[in-house]
């Protein structure tokens, strides 16, 4: 068996949290015909004892999952209101204007930059999948289609390009190479620059047994424990952060380099930091404990189905994952709709 290390500190990872079997990319929808070449990968997701990053290991490559993407931000409009409201506060908290440069990673369609360009400052999105970037571009929003690394990042710098403000609205959770990503992203923020990441809370995964959240997608799980000593790492402090109930609880923090005296750092990090380590997230045994609500949660879930399969047959699902890992038998759902930007939907039986 190959040995898995942490995507962070390299440490062997020994720590099974819970195994989910084999199931398919959660957003690749096949067409009928291309069902019989469908691929199959394990869902077996450790807890680093030294650092308590939870992950998954790197089954493919981002490239094979992010270059065709079926996911467009702007189909959702609480999405777009919550873009909205974020680009008002950011703009008035930190006085963003026509002189700063924002740059959002993985920008999508332009469904954030938008509104930093109807206030005249000045952006660049970096959007992987090449689809979504030719939307973004056609809306007229400037978009470069690469994948972040840092050697993008030290590209963009010799271009005379470094950013007053660094957005990355949930794709922190979607890099292999952590290390890497942390670091472009420090060569690219100015001296008295800004970063600002939201990403699912690992607190109210655990705490409310979200384990239909954890797939091949997602790499990382991330807890502000962890994040604060990654950070530090790569010589950036995290000064603030906001609880947000996007995706089923998460995070939004504040990052700038450590020599940055200009942002003083909020209670609000500690506090939270505090409330992590009463729920346990700096123990082993509170992630074991987990594993144990999961397989009784689908245990119920297989009975619920076997009781209530005569009444329906048809239900709507945040990603392929949920059915899958209860069951793989048909005899438990006739079929299911999963609805798709441009009102596409795709039946499977």
């Not at 929003?141 to 994948?147: E, S, Y």
């Not at 600002?196 to 690992?202: I, V």
């Not at 069951?327 to 006739?334: A, T």
Request: charged share 25%; aromatic share 12%.
């Amino acid at each position: 068996m190959t040995q898995v290390n942490c995507r962070f500190c390299n440490s062997k990872l020994n720590n099974v949290i819970i195994d989910l079997g084999e199931s398919p990319l959660a957003n690749s929808y096949l067409k009928k015909e291309d069902f019989e070449q469908e691929k199959f990968f394990r869902l077996k997701v450790y807890i680093c004892s030294k650092c308590f990053l939870v992950q998954i290991e790197e089954i493919e490559a981002p490239e094979e999952i992010f270059s065709n993407y079926a996911y467009f931000s702007s189909y959702s409009q609480s999405w777009l209101t919550h873009a909205k409201k974020f680009t008002e506060m950011i703009t008035t908290k930190f006085n963003f204007n026509k002189n700063s440069l924002v740059i959002e990673i993985a920008s999508n369609d332009g469904y954030l930059l938008q509104y930093f360009q109807q206030k005249k400052i000045p952006i660049l999105g970096i959007e992987p999948a090449s689809n979504i970037a030719q939307v973004a571009i056609s809306k007229n929003i400037p978009t470069k289609n690469v994948f972040f690394e840092s050697k993008i990042a030290l590209d963009l710098v010799k271009d005379g390009k470094q950013a007053d403000l660094i957005i990355g609205n949930n794709v922190l959770a979607h890099v292999p190479k952590l290390n890497d990503f942390i670091k472009g992203l420090k060569i690219l923020l100015k001296d008295t620059g800004i970063i600002s990441l939201e990403f699912p809370h690992l607190l109210q995964l655990m705490k409310f047994n979200q384990f239909d959240t954890i797939y091949h997608e997602h790499f990382s799980y991330f807890s502000l424990i962890t994040l604060k000593n990654i950070f530090s790492h790569h010589n950036l402090k995290i000064f603030d952060v906001d609880e947000l109930k996007t995706h089923g609880g998460s995070l939004r923090i504040y990052i700038t380099h450590i020599e940055n005296n200009k942002v003083s750092k909020n209670e609000n990090v500690e506090n939270l930091i505090n409330k992590e380590k009463e729920f346990g997230l700096d123990q082993i045994k509170t992630y074991e404990n987990f594993s144990k609500n999961t397989i009784n949660i689908k245990n119920e879930l297989i009975e619920f189905l076997k009781i209530s399969k005569k009444n329906w047959n048809v239900f709507f699902l945040k990603n392929n994952f949920d059915v899958l890992h209860v069951s793989k038998n048909d005899d438990f759902l006739k079929s299911f709709v999963k609805l798709l930007p441009k009102g596409t939907a795709r039946k499977f039986f």
